[in-house]
């Protein structure tokens, strides 16, 4: 039982930042992957970055070296940095929790997601 609320979507031109946030109550963060997917209108949902309990991060091939994701266990939340941001990056974007339970149980968790919308 964990809840997850995005906030930071909206507007940009191309070029510009966005930072997105998740905000995670219910559990204990600092043990949970965390992640941040996208769907774009029409088009499968992807991964875009991914941060372990140990702070190991993976990205998707079309935002690495733009999109950094990094969190804050004392707050309880995954933060997703968007720079150099582009019309392709136009998406609802997700956060997930993966809660690594006792005898091999993994539950996932999702948010409600936030618009991104790039474009001039």
């Known amino acids: 039982q964990v809840h997850l609320v995005e906030s930071g979507g909206g507007l940009v031109q191309p070029g510009g930042s966005l930072r997105l946030s998740c905000a995670a109550s219910?559990?204990?963060?600092?043990?949970?992957?965390m992640g941040w997917y996208r769907q774009a209108l029409g088009k499968q949902r992807e991964l875009v970055a991914t941060i372990t309990s140990g702070s190991s991060t993976s990205y998707g091939d079309s935002v690495k070296g733009r999109f950094t994701i990094s969190r804050d266990n004392a707050k309880n939340t995954v933060y997703l940095q968007m720079n150099s941001l582009k019309p392709e990056d136009t998406a609802v974007y997700f956060c997930?929790?993966?809660?690594?339970?006792?005898?091999?149980?993994?539950?996932?968790?999702w948010g409600q997601g936030t618009q991104v919308t790039v474009s001039s």
């Open positions: 997930k929790c993966t809660k690594f339970a006792t005898m091999g149980n993994r539950y996932d968790y």
């Open positions: 219910g559990g204990i963060f600092s043990l949970y992957t």
